[in-house]
């Protein structure tokens, strides 16, 4: 099975800030990898789908990149609703995730 | 808009089978692929598998021998079977409508939590 290696574990951010999570693969994905936020007692939610895809619905400071191996998730101008925990999954073998990163408030 | 809601049995005793439904409004089973997943109290979470529209299936290689996914489109319900449950079984389980196999998941349920205890 393809391995998801995703950093940091936890990241400690402010309202405003933009942040970073890394999601590295034990192989190529291609562009095969998607984005979760979750919430305690919320459904999971699809953020990103093919490495860059916005899902409608999601606001604009939200935003994928990479390809093959190595894929980032970028947050902007963080708002509260946005302090969860957030994974990446590829599709292209079975499907694994990362292991999350949960994002708190310093 | 379409809405997934788990449902089952919130305590298992180990050895026991598992048997969780996911109920499907708003829409129908009949048109996408359905995975379920786990996240495990650690955080992690876990791919079951997934069956189409039409019945076929894909497990888990890790738990396949124990795991088992069905459809029911009179009843737009999707189940799932997970047999002889020990303590590390205890996660939350949630269902996830998809646009194909080995695709991403763009509408989970909000979960059904499990315990596996003595």
């Known amino acids: 099975d393809i391995q998801m290696t995703q950093s940091p574990s936890i990241l400690s951010a402010s309202v405003g800030d933009t942040v970073t999570i890394t999601c590295r693969a034990s192989r190529g994905v291609s562009t095969w990898l998607a984005w979760y936020q979750l919430k305690p007692g919320n459904a999971p939610r699809l953020l990103i789908y093919h490495a860059s895809t916005l899902e409608s619905g999601v606001p604009s400071r939200f935003s994928g990149s990479g390809s093959g191996a190595e894929f980032t998730l970028t947050i902007s101008s963080l708002q509260p609703d946005d302090f969860a925990s957030y994974y990446c999954q590829q599709y292209t073998s079975h499907y694994t995730f990362g292991q999350g990163t949960k994002l708190e408030i310093k | 808009q379409m809405h997934l809601q788990e449902s089952g049995p919130g305590l298992l005793k180990p050895s026991e089978t598992l048997s969780l439904t996911c109920s499907v409004s708003?829409?129908?089973?009949?048109?996408?692929?359905w995975n379920w997943m786990r996240q495990l109290p650690g955080g992690g979470l876990e791919w079951l598998g997934y069956?189409?529209?039409?019945?076929?299936?894909n497990y888990n290689p890790s738990l396949e021998t124990r795991v088992s996914i069905s459809i029911d489109t009179s009843r737009n319900q999707v189940s799932l079977s997970l047999t002889s449950v020990t303590a590390t079984d205890t996660a939350i389980y949630f269902c996830?409508?998809?646009?194909?196999?080995?695709?991403?998941?763009?509408?989970w349920g909000r979960g059904a939590l499990v315990t596996v205890s003595s």
């Open positions: 069956i189409s529209y039409s019945g076929s299936t």
């Open positions: 996830a409508s998809a646009g194909g196999p080995y695709y991403f998941s763009h509408l």
């Open positions: 708003g829409g129908s089973v009949s048109d996408y692929y």
